[in-house]
């Protein structure tokens, strides 16, 4: 097959998207190489070569990768828990009117506070450990995920609810059949929401108190390598949380697909 051919069946349009960012990104990565070159400082910006030479070295000598389950094993447990107390307020939302009243009040009165400033009333109520950091990541999680299943349930049209009752649909029929799919879009939205809020928080959450037991996670990696000097070192903290949050919205990117998108909910 001759190379022309090759082109002429490639999908430009299919792959417009990566190919555009691909560009932008190693644009931002020379971009970042020459600045950092040109200002010739390595404790105040390191070049992206000493970045990623910092990032392998602390990757092949494993502290890196145990750092980053340290830190997802704290993040996970507090968005499960977040997600089943959202679960509980939304089902109690959507089953009586004191249920949506209590929801729409605590979610007016805790959503706009802050998780962060949580964490030194934690820490008088959880004491030294990572029972404090799991609080705050909680309080991220529920409210941004109660607010998303909640809109989305009561976004069921009425036509679904009706379609039910002519086919004579069990109440755990319609809910598991209609009502779920019908918010799915909604529920991902939240969990996607709340995934971000618990990450950001855990992060923030190290590098203020992110040690117990003499186990670190990513965060507290940062603070570490910044109070030795490895500003490199620091820069190879941050893009782990990077590369971690991208994998993550990939992640969820091929859940919308495989659902969502599948099901023509949404567009491409």
Known sequence: MKISE???????????????????????IISWE???????????????????????????????PERILASLKVQMTGYFIGIFIASILTILAISTRFGTYFLELLTAIFNSLPPIALLPLALL??????????????????????????SGFTGVS????????????????????????????????????????????????ELVFGVSSGNGGIGWFIYEKKNQLDINLVFAGLLTIILIGILTDLLFSYIEKRTVVKWGMKTK
């Open 125 to 150: 109520w959880f004491g030294l450990g990572y029972g404090s950091i799991i609080f705050v990541i909680v309080h991220a999680v529920v409210w941004p995920i109660s607010i998303n299943i909640y």
């Open 34 to 64: 020459f600045y950092a070159v040109k200002l010739d400082n390595s404790l105040m910006f390191p070049t992206f070569s000493e970045t990623i030479s910092g990032f392998l070295e602390v990757l092949k000598s494993n502290e890196l």
């Open 158 to 205: 009425n036509t679904l609810r009706m379609l039910s009752k002519n086919y004579e649909l069990s109440v755990w029929s319609y809910i598991f059949k209609i009502a779920i799919p019908a918010a799915f879009p909604s529920i991902l939205t939240g969990l996607k929401v709340g995934w971000a809020f618990s990450w950001r928080t855990l992060i923030a959450s």
């Open 6 to 28: 090759i082109f002429n069946k490639f999908d430009v349009k299919k792959y417009e998207s990566f190919i555009v960012k691909t560009i932008i990104l190693i644009l931002l």
